[in-house]
């Protein structure tokens, strides 16, 4: 172990339960909270909403490079996502602000621009970080990896849970196709695909219960931590 603050990844594919995993562990161990899907979502947002192609590399970078994000950690919006000072509330969650990020993590120089932004989040005591590749590329000397999985069919049906729970009208099949595509997309580009890291636990959480999942993530770092 060095001075450096812990760092407990938690990477996987779309809706294997990372965010609320690392929500959880963040409150219980009381560190800082990185959602890395969310930056992107977050600069998609702001790309968006600033009238910025997703082929506009120029500009794309030079966003990344001045965003302002922050999380919440405790209270009743714990994970919330801060831009430029205000929540965006459901706003990054919606399919074309998903369809946009996972187009621009794609892009290497987007994801250069925000690198050093995600490390920063390292502070003391500790940071939990979620994604696709913070155990990978982003925190290689993270003591504690995690990689959570789930079957294609078993994160549609949790997506599609979370859409009508919100009173969004979504097909299953489409959502189903969506997220295959996005798998493939993420596990097959060229900078940081999507795996898991050669020292992570993998935590299948197909029809496992979320207090089973956190409990499991809890055992693992506390031993790492000692």
């Given at each position: 172990?060095?001075?450096?603050?812990?760092?407990?990844?938690?990477?996987?594919?779309?809706?294997?339960?990372?965010?609320?995993?690392?929500?959880?562990?963040?409150?219980?161990?009381?560190?800082?909270?990185?959602?890395?899907?969310?930056?992107?979502?977050?600069?998609?947002?702001?790309?968006?909403?600033?009238?910025?192609?997703?082929?506009?590399?120029p500009r794309l970078t030079e966003r990344a490079e001045q965003l302002d994000i922050d999380f919440r950690v405790d209270g009743e919006h714990a994970g919330e996502a801060m831009l430029d000072g205000?929540?965006?509330?459901?706003?990054?969650?919606?399919?074309?602000?998903?369809?946009?990020?996972?187009?621009?993590?794609?892009?290497?120089?987007?994801r250069d621009a925000l690198k050093a932004r995600q490390r920063a989040f390292r502070q003391a005591p500790g940071l939990v970080a979620d994604g696709r590749d913070m155990g990978t590329v982003i925190f290689p000397d993270a003591p504690v990896k995690i990689f959570l999985t789930a079957s294609a069919e078993e994160r549609a049906r949790r997506r599609h849970k979370q859409l009508m729970e919100q009173g969004v009208t979504a097909s299953l099949d489409?959502?189903?196709?969506?997220?295959?595509?996005?798998?493939?997309?993420?596990?097959?580009?060229?900078?940081?695909?999507?795996?898991?890291?050669?020292?992570?636990?993998t935590v299948d959480t197909t029809g496992a219960s979320i207090d089973t999942v956190i409990q499991t993530v809890m055992e693992r770092a506390r031993a790492c931590l000692q």
């Open positions: 172990m060095t001075d450096r603050p812990a760092v407990i990844t938690i990477d996987g594919p779309g809706g294997a339960g990372k965010g609320t995993i690392a929500r959880a562990v963040a409150q219980r161990l009381g560190f800082h909270l990185l959602d890395s899907g969310a930056i992107y979502r977050l600069l998609a947002l702001a790309s968006l909403r600033d009238g910025i192609a997703p082929d506009d590399l205000q929540p965006v509330g459901k706003a990054i969650r919606d399919e074309a602000c998903g369809e946009r990020a996972s187009v621009l993590a794609a892009l290497s120089p987007v489409d959502l189903l196709d969506e997220l295959k595509a996005r798998d493939a997309r993420d596990s097959q580009r060229q900078t940081a695909p999507l795996r898991p890291a050669e020292d992570a636990v």
